[in-house]
């Protein structure tokens, strides 16, 4: 099946320590994106990759960095973690463009972070 | 005030009851609207999927869409306790629909 992989599920790291999560996908959709879900909290759009063109939302913190190296991967670096920085973390995929407009996002199961 | 508006729940029910869920919104310039469930620990799950007003129905599921109110529902008929989750509605506009705007979630309890 066609679907969006997040890895790790779970991901444990100390205060200022770097940490990547990663995304990959297999439908072939050209629009990617980051979100931050805190509990019983809609989730907060970070950043999205239309094919390679980043687009950053303005209240998105310097600390978090993406990189999408193909079509299929894209990656959530957060430079220096904090406490808040705890949170569920949603990647998600779309198809977009000419005739395809407002297609539905896809997600995956997220990577929950914990901070130590 | 939020774009999109609803109702944290939680609401419980029991089984087989009809369920209605609703958000409301602030900017006419919506026009197309997704309905996604989110069970505890996984990802959001598409469900419904409408572009502008009316009606559309999936099995036991069905999304209205009322413009002129600024108001999304769904329903979902003869609910099971596998429908208990979280359900966010979201909704993007005809000129930027890579930027959803999503509601904060209802959570659902079926009960047996």
């Known amino acids: 099946d066609a679907m969006v992989i997040q890895n790790p599920r779970y991901q444990v790291t100390q205060f200022g320590k770097p940490v990547t999560l990663s995304c990959s996908q297999t439908?072939?959709?050209?629009?990617m994106y980051w979100y931050q879900q805190k509990s019983s909290q809609a989730p907060k759009l970070l950043f999205h990759?239309?094919?390679?063109?980043?687009?950053n939302e303005a209240d998105t913190p310097d600390n978090f960095q993406s990189r999408r190296p193909n079509t299929s991967f894209c990656f959530l670096d957060i430079r220096s973690p904090g406490l808040g920085d705890a949170a569920m973390y949603l990647c998600?995929?779309?198809?977009?463009?000419?005739?395809?407009?407002?297609?539905?996002?896809?997600f995956g199961d997220g990577t929950r972070l914990s901070i130590l | 005030q939020k774009e999109v508006e609803q109702d944290p729940g939680p609401l419980s029910v029991p089984e087989g009851a009809i369920v209605s869920l609703n958000c409301t919104y602030s900017?006419?310039?919506?026009?197309?609207f997704m309905w996604y469930r989110q069970y505890s620990r996984k990802g959001p799950e598409l469900l419904m999927y409408?572009?502008?007003?009316g009606n559309k129905e999936d099995g036991r599921f069905t999304a209205q869409v009322d413009k002129s109110s600024k108001y999304i529902s769904l329903f979902i008929r003869d609910s099971q306790p596998s429908d208990s989750a979280t359900y966010l509605c979201?909704?993007?506009?005809?000129?930027?629909?890579?930027?959803?705007?999503f509601g904060s979630g209802t959570k659902l309890n079926v009960k047996p």
């Open positions: 439908l072939n959709h050209n629009v």
């Open positions: 998600a995929t779309s198809r977009t463009g000419t005739g395809a407009e407002g297609q539905p996002q896809h």
């Open positions: 979201a909704m993007s506009l005809v000129y930027n629909f890579n930027k959803f705007y």
């Open positions: 409408t572009y502008s007003s």
């Open positions: 990759y239309y094919d390679k063109d980043f687009n």
């Open positions: 900017n006419s310039a919506f026009q197309y």
